[in-house]
């Protein structure tokens, strides 16, 4: 399979230009509907949980989301060895993503720069919208659930 995976990033940007110029064919993983439920979950009120589970449905509606399945777990096991041999830390979440685009043939579209640059250490191909590491994306994330 080939295509495009979007990485959570992508899907919580403030930026209306990021989600204007998504690919039509990409996919998720399960682990961003993860991410998005947790983030209703913790949501501070109702006004923003009703926001966060409208963008949930939406990103339901919208993508087909890939599995953590087999194969998807080899390439996690490469991505972490990659991650550890090069000293670096990294979200368990981020390198599931990244191993999910190993393994269907996708190329990732993150704003976290650091994903990226651990991804293409990986082999696997990137498309990095922004050049923002993880605490400016999340900075990004926090306005965005205001």
Do not use: W
């Not at 039509?24 to 947790?38: K, N, Y």
Request: net charge positive; aromatic share 2%.
């Amino acid at each position: 399979m080939s295509g495009d995976l979007l990485d959570t990033s992508i899907l919580i940007a403030p930026d209306p230009t990021v989600s204007s110029s998504l690919p039509p064919s990409a996919a998720i993983s399960v682990i961003t509907l993860g991410e998005l439920r947790a983030c209703v979950l913790l949501a501070r009120d109702a006004t923003v949980e009703a926001t966060r589970r409208a963008r949930l449905t939406a990103v339901q509606a919208v993508f087909a989301s890939l599995p953590v399945d087999e194969p998807v777990a080899e390439r996690y096991g490469d991505i972490l060895a990659v991650a550890r041999s090069q000293r670096r830390t990294a979200k368990a979440t981020d390198l599931l993503i990244i191993a999910t685009a190993a393994a269907h043939g996708r190329t990732l579209h993150t704003l976290d720069e650091r994903q990226a640059s651990l991804a293409r250490a990986a082999g696997v191909p990137v498309h990095a919208i922004c050049n923002r590491t993880d605490r400016d994306t999340e900075r990004a994330s926090a306005r965005a659930r205001k």
